[in-house]
């Protein structure tokens, strides 16, 4: 009996050792499999985080690709801009310039087609003028045939033929002048174009010029009229010689003090339209691609 209980109790204890020994391994196998579960957990959360950033920072990169595509898109379409600007301005002052240019040659040869209608005028005086002398000279020696005086018939042919000297001289002195003016007038002219072409207000210097070109016109006219006109001396008798002397030289210093006054008035108004031009700020100054380009290109702006 006492064999019996000590066989159970062996029994007993082997069945309770075995017991604590699979409780054991049950909680260490369950110790451990929890430990696993925590580790995959924070392998899942690592695994995560790491592919979220790598999420942002493909898309934080495709957001800068985005801009910096963007940004070099507009730099390249103000270059562009900037480039058609400038090479529109280019052509712009190209074609100003051309303009002055075509003004400037059309103005030249109008003065020149006037220059030569009116030499053909003077020609036609001095020939008219001519061809009147000779008939005058012709009657002069015929009354002088009734002076005895041989001294004073010489000093009436050789003051005849002196008038007529003076007369041609001082006309074609004034004639010069008038070249001279409307020379200069043309330059003014010119210079008004150019002004213009750059955007100055010449309007003043237009009306200038047009009123200096009247002036030269009617100088002209006057000279033309000048140049046809002869001083012959009167002999009625030999006692009136000296005072037809006179007469004849009083004519001739009257008309060319007046044709005198018109080359002057000429003068004052190719003056006056010099004066004008002078008064344009920066009339001189030549149109500015650097300046232009600078006004008409566009500005960059950055992100």
Known sequence: MKKIIINSILVTSLIAANSLTVFA????????????????????????????KAVVKEA??????????????QKEALKNAATKGKEAVRNLVTEKREAVKTAQTEFRAKLEAERKVFKQKVDAAKEEAKQKREAQKAELKAKLEKIKDERKKAAVERLDNRFT?????????????????EEL?????????????????????????????TAISSARTALEAQ?????????????????????????????????????????????????????????????????????TAPTETTQ
């Open 227 to 295: 140049l046809k006109k002869t001083y012959p001396i009167g002999i009625t008798d030999e006692n009136a010689l000296k005072s037809a002397v006179a007469a004849a030289r009083e004519a001739l210093n009257k008309d060319l003090k007046a044709a005198r006054g018109v080359v002057q008035t000429a003068h004052k108004a190719v003056v006056e339209a010099t004066r004008t031009l002078r008064g344009v700020p920066k009339v001189d100054e030549e149109a500015s691609e650097a300046s232009a380009n600078n006004e």
């Open 185 to 213: 007038l043309g330059k003014v002219s010119a210079r008004a174009d150019k002004a213009e072409a750059n955007g100055k207000d010449v309007s003043a210097v237009r009306t200038a010029v047009e009123k200096a070109k």
């Open 25 to 52: 391994q049950v909680k260490k196998y369950n110790a451990s499999k929890s430990n696993t579960a925590a580790t995959e957990a924070g392998e899942a959360v690592k695994d995560a985080v790491t592919e979220r």
């Open 165 to 181: 000297e003076i007369n041609a001289k001082q006309t074609n002195h004034l004639l010069n002048t008038l070249t001279r003016l």
């Open 60 to 73: 934080v990169t495709e957001k800068r690709e985005a801009v910096k595509t963007a940004v070099g898109e």
